[in-house]
């Protein structure tokens, strides 16, 4: 199988491990997070092509838990905070369907689930509760959790105002909802091996994949950073800067080479997986 021209993707896997994974194609997982510009229906119908053309398991996870927690400890009142979720899951939600129903891949390929239809799943469960267990007694791990948090709602603070406990504890609640999927997602699904894809590299990649202890990503468990081409990018936003553009490892063309290349320490100075 070949990659659709009209859906070609840069693919970065983190370790040699991830880049076996990959090419296994057993499954791969794309988590949507509410109010994400990214996540367009245009972008999901793309990704949806050609994920299936590589992989046997597609599975888009969209955020829904927490999310209104998160709008009250950044200003909203808890009634507007409980609207503008409910607003904003139910818009993801429609993107991703809208956008995989245009993609015109057949429908059994991909599914399509809210991360709130695990919580009774018993190995999702024994997951979130070692991420728990592991932000309250690993210092590494915390670290890598307060600077994800930091990341992603960093632009949300006033201008010299710092995150507080109370924010750091609702940003926390929202990441161990959906770190599971990046340490087991084979287990949690039952697949032989998954990727977890996602177009940027996150601060916890590090934590979960390179480092030799604690709790790390299981050896069938894969990440990696996917993302138009900078064609592609240039294209649909011609205003695009180059920062979340530079140093790819591994490229992926419409006739699915892949080419190494160094990336922030290359694939043999990184502990593998």
Known sequence: MTIQADASFEVLPFTRTCRHIWEDGDHVLIGVSPGNSYF??????????????????????????????MFAAFGYTREHAEKRATKEIKAVRRRILKGVEESGSPGAEIRVRALSEFQTNPVYQLLHRRVLHFLETDDEFRKGCE???LHFVGSKLPEGESITDAQLQVCFDYMAAELPFFIDTPSILDVPSSVAAYHLKMPMTDVLFARGGGLRATRNQAYAVVRPEMAE????????????????????NKNKNVNTAPTEGTVDERRAA
């Open 147 to 149: 600077e994800m948090a």
């Open 233 to 252: 990018m240039t294209h649909s936003n011609p205003n695009q800067t180059n920062s979340n553009q530079a140093n790819p490892s591994t490229h992926v």
């Open 40 to 69: 367009s229906s245009e972008r999901i119908s793309s990704l949806s092509r050609w994920a299936t053309t590589r992989f046997a398991q597609v599975d888009f996870v969209y955020a829904d838990l927490h999310v209104d927690r």
